[in-house]
């Protein structure tokens, strides 16, 4: 299986700072036939579902704000919010589509105001 | 787009549950549907997936043997039933939608608002 990890595990930021997430995978999701690396991230907030922010590592979902960007490649992959809201606190989750089964998410990543 | 769960339920050890996922807004069978849960406090963990077109499943293999998923395309209805639960089977569980009917590589576009399944002597 593809292990997920993220750091931090907890983060404060002040408002309008920028907040940066990362997510290290145990092997490359990088597919060379297409070049895609398969690779999503999540928000969520409590008493909700899962919200997909990112796919394909960089690509926003639809309706996503854009202060909301996604890098990396391989095995290493960045969430970048660059100028916080309130309404970004969250815990944020990255996942591996890369192979399956099993999908695997990382631990998860609370975001705070500081 | 919506996928309406239903509703909380608690169980005694040993016993089975099964949670319904009603689809609307899209073709049911141009999507496939994941199943993923999430323990009190804890992260995400994806327990399998369903084809919306051929039915086709893939379990993961921590449930193998206790989980079925199936689907109902006459009312675009996928469920999850979970037998000889335990107590850490005490969780909220998630359908999620996957873009890609024919492989389980998915990320998950849209999510059910999760039901509440306990399971308490």
């Known amino acids: 299986d593809i292990v997920m990890t993220q750091s931090p595990d907890s983060l404060a930021v002040s408002l309008g700072e920028r907040a940066s997430i990362n997510c290290k995978s145990s092997q490359s999701l990088l597919y060379t036939s297409n070049n895609k690396n398969y690779l999503a991230w999540y928000q969520q907030k409590p008493g909700q579902p899962p919200k997909l922010l990112i796919y394909w590592a960089s690509t926003r979902q639809s309706g996503v704000p854009d202060r909301f960007r996604g890098s990396g490649s391989g095995t290493d992959f960045t969430l970048t919010i660059s100028s916080l809201q309130a309404e970004d606190v969250a815990v944020y989750y990255c996942q591996q589509y890369y192979t399956s089964p099993p999908i695997t998410f990382g631990q998860g990543t609370r975001l705070e105001i500081k | 787009v919506e996928l309406e769960q239903s509703g909380g339920d608690v169980k005694k050890p040993g016993a089975s549950v099964k949670v319904s996922c009603k689809a609307s807004?899209?073709?049911?069978?141009?999507?496939?549907i994941s199943w993923v849960r999430q323990a009190p406090g804890q992260g995400l963990e994806w327990m399998g997936w369903?084809?919306?077109?051929?039915?086709?499943?893939e379990y993961a293999q921590n449930f193998q043997g206790r989980v079925t998923m199936t689907t109902d395309t006459s009312t675009d209805t996928a469920y999850l039933e979970l037998r000889s639960l335990r107590s850490d089977d005490t969780a909220v569980y998630y359908c999620?939608?996957?873009?890609?009917?024919?492989?389980?590589?998915?990320?998950?576009?849209?999510w059910g608002q999760g039901t509440l399944v306990t399971v308490s002597s």
């Open positions: 369903i084809s919306g077109n051929s039915g086709n499943t």
């Open positions: 999620a939608r996957g873009p890609d009917p024919y492989s389980s590589s998915s990320y998950f576009d849209y």
């Open positions: 807004g899209f073709t049911f069978p141009s999507y496939a």
